[in-house]
């Protein structure tokens, strides 16, 4: 039986994944002890430290010889080595729908696709969330080939929707992610950076890798030069009539400075923040992850 | 008139273009309300740059707008083709016309203005205008001199001829005739249908041109063009004059030159008098416009006519710094003698004897009532009856010194004087065995000049014992110049045209002792000489340029012996029909100076050209009668193609459309900046 065909990952992606392992210094929590450093203590071979013991505490954890030494109770404690949960938060609103040739949205899918794939082929696990103002598709970690297969399916299916909040979005899906590891999201990111950050905080208090990819097609970052025009909002429908020339220059400097404040933000929470231009090969964006 | 009459639109064909106005606003409209739609992701950012700058852009759109508006409103009238006719507009090239152009050909015009004098500038001018004349056309050209005279006796086609005659023209230094020049171009364009059209051009002097009111009919229209853009200073010798203008050889006299300064300027300038060989020179300091007189003291030794020359330093204009005038220098003075008293005549005789260059002639009481011809008449013991001769000599400038007889009627006295006759009184003698004494009772009289020093004595000294009873009421116009003490006049002076002076002061030794006194000698000799008369006035020597010249002989010549020179040249001469008399007319009269007619060689007279005072002030100033009455006034420096043709806009209104462009785009360029 032949392998099935998908629009977002075809063989000869897949050929040039093989070079790529998805491997960020993320600590993750998992159930199976692998390959990624886990802060949960638990019973794999490597030690950590010792702490005094508690109330509650199994005594077959007590290490005797330190007591014998001490006369005090102390327990071992291990670095256990769990799976790694990566959690794909792609902005499916109809604004991620523009893009001349190839839309953000195809180029996210592209990009999220292939993400999936490394992270299955390392046994680790994916997770996937399509959303624009709401939670249109979540799809729980998962490592197995069928569960790749499904969110490619999916990724194919998907069209821009409604309006994006990303704030929301976030906010609704964090009681969905049981276990921590890296959150990558996918998006414009049209939306209050503060407001973004604010529903990023329990993820990063939690101990997630956050990983923010701002996918923005050239002519949002550097207006076309058409003349007049009636500029039509994707999301919102709203109007407004303007020569590019006149706003071209205006225009070029919000968007920078928007990208700045994003950047900034960043660096101050210790999120990864990209700028993932869709005339740029999506591949560049994996040295971000491992970085 | 509103000025859109003077505005002509070359293709009004193209009229309804100027619908097209409007196209910038709609299309702006247009173009607003339709733009090609750009879905985009999200427009938060623009509608923010929108809303920020909409404040900026609006004025700047509607700015753009009107600069289009402009643009495409200077285009259209340029393919309109608009013509201004800022000044008025002439006939059209198409509209037959009778067209009389007045050129003034006055002295002033001779003045330099720029490169060129005015004249030449007028006669540019002119030929413009014939220029513009179609085959159908008749003109004439008139020149403004003394008198003023056209070209053609009619109005001509021949415009060649005219124009031809405009380039050969001079300027001449006569004074313009203007009533003249208009009444001759009025008449020129009567009795005609077709468009009529004067054409003065001048520049318009002021002094010459001041309260002008042409009488030109409003059917024709009257188009004044000034030549001259600036006032001339100029300083002019306006008048040269002597006193007395007849002296007697080798006497003194006074020459007086009258410097006029046309310049809001103070100036000093020279004068300088030749009078026979002696030159003089005299600096006057010239107030801005006022005048001056240079005053000279001189004496000719030969007699007859001489000719004076005053000439000023040298200015801009220079025609009138030279000025001449003659004087009558005779050998004697000729005195007319009635002796019918002959003891006073025996002194007045022996008075004018002593002094050597009097002429004395004795009259009989029928030569009275001739024309008298004489310095000075003596009469003595005259009653006033028959003396037709005298009163005509008298009121002619005539100096009469008059002993009358006893019982002279004051009525008589007055007659020959010209008086009303209202006295009934006569004068008696009246001896007297106690003395009378003399005083003087007209101290300014020039007759005590010589005695002001008080070498001479005093002329009153002496004592008298007789007199006539003198009524001075009846004579209370006149003037004593000596009187007894009790105020009774002894020397009367009656003005009446000439000098009456009323003797009534006894010679006779047995009467008084004042004739025999050193100072009567010196007193009489002065009476007649600061009072004598000037002789028979001669014909007016003095003419204008321009002016005819006559000179009447009283016998029979030939043509071919009379001549008129003037400097070196001879001037032609015209015989007029007269047949007692030979009258010789010199017309070509134009040139400044001194003309000398000649009989056979020999001296007969002279008479004199000067510049016309009246053009020396060459200040401007177009008289409002003029005005009111000009359908177009041309000021200096405009073209005169321009009432006919008028000046095309179009490229006016290119330049503003280009710049409307250029503006729009630098609008533009800096909203987007």
């Known amino acids: 039986m032949p392998a099935p065909q998908f629009k977002y990952l075809r063989p000869e992606d897949i050929k040039n994944l093989g070079s790529f392992e998805f491997a960020p210094k993320a600590l993750v929590e998992g159930y199976l002890a692998g390959r990624h450093r886990s802060r949960l203590r638990g019973s794999s071979t490597e030690f950590r430290d010792y702490r005094p013991y508690a109330f509650g505490d199994e005594p077959k954890l007590v290490d005797w010889r330190v007591y014998a030494r001490t006369d005090r109770f102390y327990l071992r404690t291990y670095e256990e080595q769990t799976r790694m949960d990566c959690y794909l938060f792609l902005d499916s609103s109809a604004s991620m729908g523009f893009g001349e040739g190839l839309t953000k949205l195809e180029y996210a899918s592209f990009f999220t696709a292939a993400l999936c794939y490394l992270v299955t082929r390392n046994t680790d696990r994916v997770a996937l969330n399509l959303f624009d103002d709401r939670i249109r598709h979540f799809f729980p970690p998962g490592s197995t080939t069928r569960h790749l297969h499904n969110l490619l399916q999916v990724l194919e299916h998907n069209q821009p929707g409604q309006r994006t909040s990303l704030a929301t979005a976030l906010r609704r899906a964090y009681p969905l992610l049981r276990h921590r590891g890296a959150l990558v999201v996918l998006s414009d990111f049209f939306d209050d ?39 039509d909002d994707m999301e919102t429908g709203k109007r407004v009539i303007a020569h590019t020339r006149a706003i071209g220059a205006a225009y070029a400097d919000a968007m920078e400075q928007h990208i700045r404040g994003l950047r900034e933000l960043a660096v101050r929470r210790q999120v990864a923040y990209t700028v993932a231009r869709t005339d740029r090969h999506y591949f560049s964006l994996f040295d971000e992850l491992v970085e | 008139m ?35 739609v750009y879905r985009f992701s999200s427009i938060a950012f623009i509608e923010r740059i929108v809303r920020r700058s909409v404040r900026l852009r609006r004025p700047q759109s509607w700015l753009v707008l009107l600069l289009r508006t402009v643009l495409f409103a200077a285009l259209i009238g340029a393919f309109l083709q608009p013509v201004w006719f800022g000044s008025g507009r002439a006939a059209s090239y198409l509209q037959r016309k009778h067209v009389v152009v007045l050129v003034d050909a006055s002295a002033s015009m001779a003045a330099m203005q720029g490169s060129q004098t005015r004249f030449a500038t007028a006669c540019a001018k002119a030929s413009e205008v014939l220029a513009g004349l179609s085959a159908a056309d008749a003109a004439n050209v008139i020149w403004l001199r003394t008198p003023s005279r056209a070209e053609f006796p009619t109005l001509g086609v021949n415009i060649p001829f005219l124009q031809t005659a405009l380039r050969k023209a001079t300027v001449s230094l006569e004074a313009a005739d203007l009533r003249g ?14 468009a009529r059209e004067i054409y003065v051009i001048s520049d318009f002097q002021r002094s ?80 801005p416009w006022q005048k001056a007189v240079a005053v000279f003291r001189c004496r000719l030794s030969g007699s007859g006519e001489n000719v004076l020359t005053a000439s000023l330093s040298e200015d801009a204009f220079p025609f009138d710094n030279e000025r001449w005038a003659i004087v009558d220098v005779r050998d004697s003075f000729h005195v007319g003698l009635f002796n019918k008293e002959p003891l006073t005549a025996a002194y007045w005789r022996k008075a004018l004897e002593a002094v050597g260059w009097a002429k004395l002639e004795t009259l009989t009481s029928a030569q009275l009532n001739d024309k008298l011809n004489f310095n000075a008449l003596l009469l003595s ?53 106690q003395a009378w004494r003399l005083k003087l009772a007209r101290l300014d009289d020039p007759v005590f000049e010589v005695f002001a020093g008080g070498a001479h004595g005093d002329p009153t000294r002496g004592v008298l014992f007789a007199r006539y009873s003198f009524p001075a009421a009846d004579f209370a116009g006149a003037d004593p110049i000596l009187a007894y003490h009790d105020d009774v006049p002894a020397l009367l002076h009656i003005k009446c045209g000439g000098h009456l002076f009323l003797w009534n002061i006894p010679l006779q030794p047995e009467h008084g002792n004042w004739a025999s006194q050193s100072e009567f000698l010196p007193f009489f000799i002065e009476l007649l000489l600061k009072h004598r008369s000037a002789g028979q006035p001669a014909a007016p020597r003095d003419s204008l340029p321009g002016q005819a010249m006559m000179r009447r002989l009283d016998h029979e010549v030939l043509s071919k012996d009379i001549s008129l020179l003037t400097g070196q040249n001879a001037v032609p001469l015209q015989r007029q029909a007269d047949p007692q008399h030979a009258i010789f007319a010199a017309l070509d009269t134009t040139r400044l100076g001194v003309y000398r007619w000649q009989y056979r060689g020999q001296p007969l007279g002279c008479n004199l050209v000067n510049f016309p005072t009246v053009e020396s002030d060459l200040r401007f100033q177009v008289p409002d009668t003029l005005t009111q009455t000009a359908s177009i006034a041309l000021e200096a420096g405009q073209a005169v193609r321009d009432l006919r043709e008028g000046v095309s806009l179009w490229p006016l209104l290119l330049l503003v459309a280009i710049g409307a462009a250029m503006a729009e785009a630098m609008v533009l360029r800096k909203a987007a900046a």
């Not at chain 1, 529903?199 to 208090?205: E, N, R, W």
């Not at chain 2, 059917?219 to 008048?239: M, W």
């Open chain 1, 193 to 231: 950076g503060a407001a973004i950050f604010s529903a990023l905080s329990p993820y990063l208090h939690r101990g997630f890798r956050i990983f923010l990819f701002h996918v923005l097609a050239p002519e949002e970052l550097q207006l076309r030069n058409l003349g007049l025009r009636r500029f």
């Open chain 2, 2 to 36: 509103n000025w859109w009459s003077n505005l002509v639109l070359a293709n009004p064909a193209l009229l309804p273009l100027t619908l097209l106005v409007a196209a910038p606003l709609v299309l702006h409209l247009f173009a607003r309300a339709q733009p090609p």
């Open chain 2, 181 to 194: 020049g208009f009444d001759l171009a009025t008449s020129l364009l009567q009795d005609t249908t077709v």
């Open chain 2, 208 to 287: 010459s041109w001041s309260g002008l009111r042409p009488d030109v009919s409003s059917a024709i229209r009257l188009v004044t063009i000034r030549i001259g853009n600036e006032d001339l200073p100029n300083q002019a010798l306006t008048r040269l004059y002597a006193r007395p203008a007849s002296v007697l050889a080798n006497e003194e006299f006074a020459v007086y030159c009258e410097v006029e300064n046309f310049s809001p300027q103070p100036t000093l300038k020279t004068v300088s008098l030749r009078a026979g060989e002696l030159r003089q020179e005299q600096e006057v300091r010239l107030a």
């Open chain 2, 381 to 433: 013991g005259w009653d006033g009856n028959g003396g037709a001769g005298i009163a005509d000599y008298l009121h002619a400038g005539g100096t009469v010194v008059w002993f009358p007889s006893d019982r002279t009627r004051c009525a008589d006295i007055q007659a020959v004087a010209g008086l009303s006759k209202t006295s009934a009184a006569t004068l008696v003698w009246q001896p007297s065995k």
